[in-house]
């Protein structure tokens, strides 16, 4: 179903992604689309990005009054959605100032680059290494797929950027090597998506918060999968009494409208000055009424409580599910980035909620990810669990 070459080879559309042989063209709250109409449950959310839903009334009239005065005019004047949404990220995170850019790894580029710059500008000291962690992902760029902790990432595109180094994640005696490494910064997922929605542990956080503090490393934290509510609060490190010195996000931040950002403390900010980073369309005034459409929904209603209630939910149902089908062996993850840990092939499991009408995805070959919009209903979770009792059954009588 998958790896549907026959579509790859007769588009002029690169065959970079393995795609599902369904289009879709319409979308509106947790429900999608194809072109002839048939209805899909939406619970990958287009990866962690359509928080509030496909096509939100919210972000949809901010987006569209902007559309009417300027779509965009260059990082050389100033963008009034970009002051306001650099004012409500600070305001509801531990950072002070914010960078912004259109994607994902756009956003850890620019938090490899301050940490470097911040590490020979500012502290004088030519310790630029960056620690990451085994099965992390940060992105496809040269330096974000160096920054990834995953041989299959970086296979044939040597050399790769130098200046990274890789732990084990959730390894308590491994942050020792830290102290040695003496590095600028170490970057780090709360909730590991694409390596396979393992959630770090609270402890080990806290070893390593006290690490980097008592040894001048910066704390930075890849909240691109994790963040604008999708794990229950507005950023997951909110949940583990930590304040990292930078913060990368994007994905939920537009609703689906293409933007990326850091945050970073005032102290860290220093390390870029006019004309060390730019972006032509980062904090384009499109991108950021979409984001300030989004982030002032989510700080302004009840959705968070929702996120916490929902997600209670989904955890109940799943374990019960669990408790039914030997063949899934674990459930983990935090709020609506859930994984179900499976000891078969988790694609065969996607692709048959797909043929029942339910968009669900991989994180590796053992995990199926589930990441409905945060604005799901019970009704809607009732629905998926529903698919994914009758995909179980289906195995279980076909083995
Ligand atoms: C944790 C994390 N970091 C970075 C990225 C890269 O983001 P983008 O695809 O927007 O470049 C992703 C994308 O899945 C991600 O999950």
């Known amino acids: 179903m998958v790896n549907d070459t026959s579509v790859s080879l007769t588009t002029p559309v690169m065959a970079t992604y393995s795609r599902f042989p369904v289009t879709l063209v319409k979308g509106k709250g947790s429900y999608v689309w194809d072109e002839q109409g048939k209805q899909f449950l939406d619970f990958t959310s287009g990866i962690a990005t359509c928080n509030l839903g496909h096509v939100p009334d ?13 779509w965009h005019c260059s990082n050389l004047y100033h963008i009034p959605n970009q002051q306001e949404l650099a004012a409500l990220l600070t305001a509801n995170s531990c950072g002070d100032q ?4 259109n994607s994902g790894a756009e956003a850890n580029e620019a938090a490899i680059k301050i940490a470097r710059r ?19 992902f940060h992105g496809r760029t040269l330096a974000t797929l160096s920054a990834t902790g995953q041989e299959k990432i970086q296979q044939g595109f040597s050399p790769l950027m130098p200046g990274f180094s890789y732990l084990p994640f959730n390894d308590e005696e491994a942050l020792e090597q830290l102290i040695p490494l003496k590095p600028a910064a170490v970057l780090l997922e709360l909730v590991q998506g694409e390596g396979g929605v393992i959630p770090a542990n609270p402890s080990w956080v806290k070893k390593l918060d006290q690490i980097c503090k008592d040894n001048n490393i910066l704390l930075m934290v890849d909240e691109i999968q994790t ?3 999708r794990t229950g609060t507005l950023f997951a490190y909110e949940q583990y009494s930590i304040e990292p010195d930078v913060i990368s996000i994007a994905k939920g931040l537009g609703s689906g409208f293409p933007i990326g950002a850091i945050i970073a403390k005032e102290e860290v900010a ?27 929904h989510i700080i302004n209603t009840q959705l968070l ?21 030997p063949v899934i062996k674990d459930i983990r993850g935090k709020g609506l980035l859930k994984g179900i840990v499976v000891e078969t092939n988790a694609l065969e499991i996607v692709q048959t909620a797909l043929a029942h009408q339910l968009l669900i995805l991989t994180a590796g070959p053992n995990v199926v990810r589930i990441l409905p ?17 009758r995909t179980f059954q289906s195995m279980e009588k076909g083995a």
């Open 58 to 70: 919210v972000v949809k009239e901010k987006v569209e009054e902007q559309l009417q005065n300027l």
């Open 98 to 101: 914010v960078f912004f850019c």
């Open 118 to 136: 911040y590490a020979n500008k500012v502290k004088g000291n030519r310790s630029t290494e960056v620690v990451t962690f085994q099965q992390s």
């Open 227 to 229: 963040g604008i509510g």
């Open 270 to 296: 220093k390390g870029f000055e006019p004309g060390s980073h730019g972006s032509t369309f980062g904090g384009n005034p499109l991108a950021t009424a979409a984001g300030v459409a989004t982030v002032t």
């Open 305 to 325: 409580d929702h996120v916490n209630e929902v997600s209670t939910y989904l955890d109940s149902k799943l374990q019960v599910l669990k408790g039914k089908y």
């Open 373 to 389: 919009p945060l604005i799901v209903t019970k009704t809607e979770i009732n629905e998926c669990i529903d698919v994914l009792e």
